[in-house]
């Protein structure tokens, strides 16, 4: 006797607590595969964009900041640049130095967190979870000592940086960086032979490169598909075209895939971040404010600047009419963009692997929905 | 062999079982006699004659010591620091401030007329219950009369007990943190060990270090 099973819809979310932020799926069930997957998004909507065009340029850093929260140095940084283009201001070498550190340092305390909680979903409760948190930790901790914050940093200015860093700063640094190989290696060992993980990972909610393409993929979501397709690497904003780095790729566009290709491409940071220190020179961090005052007021025009943020292609649009605050502004937010492919992704997986798959995204729900 | 990852994994999580831990107790942790000792900064004997009934709770394992992370100097605290000698009630800080939460109502001072008229405060309330401590209101003041501050423990059941104003501003303990303040970041200037300025005299004016400065702090310092 067969029995008859008809298909179920359930609503998941928008609290349940393994949904990286305030998300909704509504999942059709087939037994235990999911037949159909619809994304309901919008609940952490703030009006980041709209604020914008309220607040003067400078002061609209601290709206970036809350964006992305997971990582707002980059967010500062890809809003910075926009400005820094529209307005034509040639920012302080050093400053631009101190940025690339901080957004790099931003990039492993991100993927930490991405890591850290894709095996969480994983069903490992917390052990690697609180090993990446203390990484991310120490990244914090330098955050402060920069500039007085862990999360809402503020740290950018147009130009360069406000603040030049404590001089306890590089020691610092210098004993993280050579601290975190030993770090990433213990995390890898404990994870990346892992018998249970290769099984919920490899070969699950697989991406083929054209799809990926197709939707505009960026970051880790598409290298992991075997695209290289890094703008740091394509199209160098700052002194990237400075530093040299491997773009760390995988074939596979699995959730295996996706994880190691962040844990690599911490490995990588570190290099970056060891080139930045070594090629920066004393000197002003920022313009003086006759280059670049406080109210800024650019000439009427547009600029999109787009930079390889921890999730993918972070751009700011901003449009100005010449006044003192930007007559539009346009956030390109890569987790918004990655989430288009959850459909492709998953039908056909099993329940059990949704929230792996869906962790194995990394989105910010502070980015999705701004 | 299968189950090999497995164990490997398991040989990390023991490794970390003896390290020593990275959690703080916030905001107290508790001791025995030896901990609490120490952190008295007397040897146990001594500490249990002093104060026998600590020294008992000690004993007993129920003692209990504060317990801070260490901060940067740089911290943004959610209180602030003002000099009122110093402040022109120009309201340039409430300009800036991207949440307008800053409210400034001056009426002219009738002083110091060579210098150009300085303006007499009324009303200085800054809103913390909507500050997000970006800290722009310092960066814009001109004078150098507001600073961050260091403390962060200023919860509190009623919201409307959350405005800092004027009175409060001028009695609060001036702990300011080295946030856009170069000087106090020059002389090593830290909030948490207790320290405070009192006056603007000797809370200095910011100026950002020459090239040669940095140079000497940055490279001829690391060698
Ligand atoms: S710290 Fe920021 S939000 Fe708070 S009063 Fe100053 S400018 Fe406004
Ligand atoms: S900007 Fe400084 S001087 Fe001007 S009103 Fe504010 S605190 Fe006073």
Known sequence: ?370 | MQGQGLLKGLGVTMKNFVRPVHTVQYPDRKVGLLGAAKRAGVSPFRFFADNPREGLKALLFIATVPERVQQAPRFRGNEFTWYEDRCTGCASCAKYCPLGIIKIVTHPGGIDVQEGESYAIDVFDIDIGRCMFCGLCVEACPYDALHMGSQFERGNYVRNDLVIDIEQLRSNLKRPSSWFRPQFEERKFDPFKGETVDDHYKAGRHEQPSPDELKERWVDGRK
């Not at chain 1, 607590?17 to 909507?45: C, K, M, N, W």
């Not at chain 1, 040299?244 to 690599?264: C, E, I, T």
């Not at chain 1, 025009?301 to 009419?321: M, Q, T």
Request: include cysteine; proline fraction near 6%.
């Open chain 1, 1 to 370: 006797m067969t029995l008859k099973t008809e298909p179920v819809t359930i609503n998941l979310g928008p609290q349940h607590p393994s949904t990286h932020g305030v998300f909704r799926f509504r999942v059709t069930f087939d037994g235990e595969q999911i037949a159909d997957i619809e994304p309901i998004f919008g609940y952490l909507h703030r009006g980041s964009e709209k604020l914008a065009e309220e607040r003067t340029y400078a002061q609209v850093v601290t709206l970036t900041d809350r964006m992305d929260y997971v990582s707002s140095m980059l967010s500062n940084q890809a809003y910075i640049l926009a400005v820094e283009k529209l307005c034509g201001i040639e920012p302080s070498p050093r400053g631009v130095w101190l940025r690339m550190i901080a957004a790099e340092l931003q990039r492993i305390a991100s993927h930490m967190v991405a890591i850290g909680f894709l095996l969480q979903d994983l069903g490992t409760w917390g052990t690697p979870l609180t090993y990446a948190m203390r990484e991310r930790e120490s990244v914090l901790e330098m955050f402060e000592m920069l500039c007085g914050a862990r999360i809402t940093n503020s740290y950018l200015r147009p130009g360069g940086v406000f603040m030049d860093a404590p001089v306890e700063f590089l020691p610092v640094l210098d004993s993280f960086l050579s601290a975190l190989p030993h770090r990433i290696d213990e995390l890898e060992s404990y994870l990346t032979g892992n018998e249970i993980i290769f099984a919920r990972t490899k070969g699950v909610a697989v991406l083929k490169p054209e799809i990926a393409i197709n939707a505009s993929l960026t970051g880790p979501m598409i290298r992991a598909s075997g695209i290289d397709w890094d703008l740091r690497h394509r199209d160098p904003y700052d002194y990237y075209d400075r530093v040299s780095f491997k773009r760390p790729l995988h074939r596979a566009g699995d959730n295996f895939a996706r994880y190691w290709v962040r844990m690599q491409e911490m490995r990588e940071c570190i290099t970056i971040i060891r080139q930045c220190v070594e090629q920066m020179e004393p000197g002003p961090v920022r313009p003086s404010h006759d280059d670049v005052p406080y109210l800024l007021r650019p000439p009427v025009g547009d600029a999109y600047v787009a930079i390889e943020g921890s999730k993918g292609e972070l751009g700011f649009y901003l449009v100005s009419d010449g006044g003192i605050s930007p007559y539009r502004c346009h956030v390109r937010a890569p987790s918004f963009i990655n989430l288009t492919l959850l459909r492709e992704m998953l039908i056909g997986t099993l329940m059990g692997d949704l929230f792996v798959s869906f962790g194995s995204v990394d989105l910010n729900m502070g980015e999705v929905d701004r």
